[in-house]
């Protein structure tokens, strides 16, 4: 990749106007000039595999090259030529940018914060939540209602409404591992973390393999479903969650909210109450994208905002970006909470 420097046309002119002014007149100040646009010879992106079908890979090394291509010169950033491959692995894209063998690497968070020498990043990608800090009580407080969005996720963990779990609610030293293992525990694979995020409440070396009791659900709805039927004494669930939930929460169980067809869950008391706040992880993200050690310009604001707005445009119509993500120029964003999970393997 390198940059091109434009003629200063403006400059100039300006210098040729000054030589033909009248003498003695005072010449105008020559308008400030427009920064023109950041001119790339080539961009070459690798992406990671995923889930994807080789039919999906194919479209997109096909189509999102020159898709990516007019987002950025929509955005002031124009290249010539745009590459796309797709990485083996991980750990290999990342060091694909970190060796320059290309000029921009997107991959899972989780894998970037397990690289030991990981090349600079330049995106973050995530969900937007609620942030109001490491206190559980202000997430029970403030509803999780209030107070700045940032990008993003923590999770919680929250008593049940269950004997046993009101009594975890009342100890205000840290759970024990025989009091979280005596727990019937329920987790959502969908989260940045999926079900491996529950060791965030874990000791040291433990993983959500060993608890006694652990239900994995795949949608929210049979998570509080089990919830308010007082089949669980601890949940894990992403910051903002019962916010979505605390209507259906104690709505009729024989009425369904219009707005969004959830069915009533029929309980009494109010979902912060009931699902009290224990305690909250640090930011969970979901992709990371870092540039090649000589980036030059591509290592600048202006490339990653650019950047950041066209993958923005583009994750709904190309499911390598991540669709239903948030890219943002945060290059600074902790991952201790998903560097911990990687340790895990």
Do not use: H
Not at 50 to 63: F, I, P
Not at 312 to 332: F, S, T, W
């Amino acid at each position: 990749m390198k940059r091109r420097m434009l003629p200063l046309w403006g400059l100039v002119l300006a210098l040729l106007l000054s030589a033909c002014a009248p003498a003695g007149e005072e010449e105008p100040a020559p308008p400030p000039e427009e920064a023109g646009p950041l001119k790339l010879e080539s961009l070459f992106l690798e992406v990671p595999r995923g889930d994807l079908s080789a039919q999906e890979l194919a479209r997109t090394v096909r189509e999102l090259p020159e898709a990516l291509r007019k987002a950025l010169a929509d955005r002031g950033v124009e290249a010539e030529t745009v590459q796309i491959s797709v990485g083996s692995s991980p750990e290999a894209t990342a060091l694909a940018a970190a060796q320059g063998g290309v000029d921009l690497a997107i991959l899972p968070a989780g894998d970037f914060a397990a690289l030991e020498n990981p090349p600079e990043r330049l995106l973050t990608a995530g969900s937007f939540a609620p942030d109001l800090g490491e206190d559980p009580a202000a997430w029970d407080e403030k509803g999780e209602g209030s107070g700045l969005g940032s990008l993003g996720v923590p999770l919680l963990l929250c008593a049940g409404p269950t004997e046993y779990g009101a009594a975890l609610a009342e100890k205000e030293a840290p759970l024990t591992w025989e009091e979280l293992a005596g727990a019937r525990w329920g987790v959502l694979e969908d989260t940045p973390a999926g079900r491996r995020g529950a060791a965030l409440f874990l000791p040291e070396g433990r993983a959500v393999e060993d608890l006694p009791e652990a239900a994995v659900y795949g949608e929210a709805e049979d998570l509080f479903r089990a919830a308010a039927g007082e089949e669980l004494d601890l949940l894990v669930l992403p910051g903002g969650l019962r916010r979505e939930w605390a209507f259906a929460w104690t709505q009729d169980a024989e009425r369904t909210d219009i707005r969004n067809g959830r069915q009533g869950l029929g309980r009494s008391g109010d979902i912060y109450e009931e699902l009290p706040a224990l305690a909250v992880s640090g930011k969970l993200y979901n992709m990371a994208a870092a540039v090649r050690p000589d980036g030059g310009a591509l290592s600048g604001e202006i490339f990653a905002r650019a950047l950041a707005e066209a993958l923005n445009v583009l994750k709904e119509d190309y499911p390598v970006l991540g669709a239903g993500l948030l890219y943002a120029p945060v290059r600074d964003a902790p991952l201790d909470a998903q560097r911990k999970l990687a340790e895990l393997g």
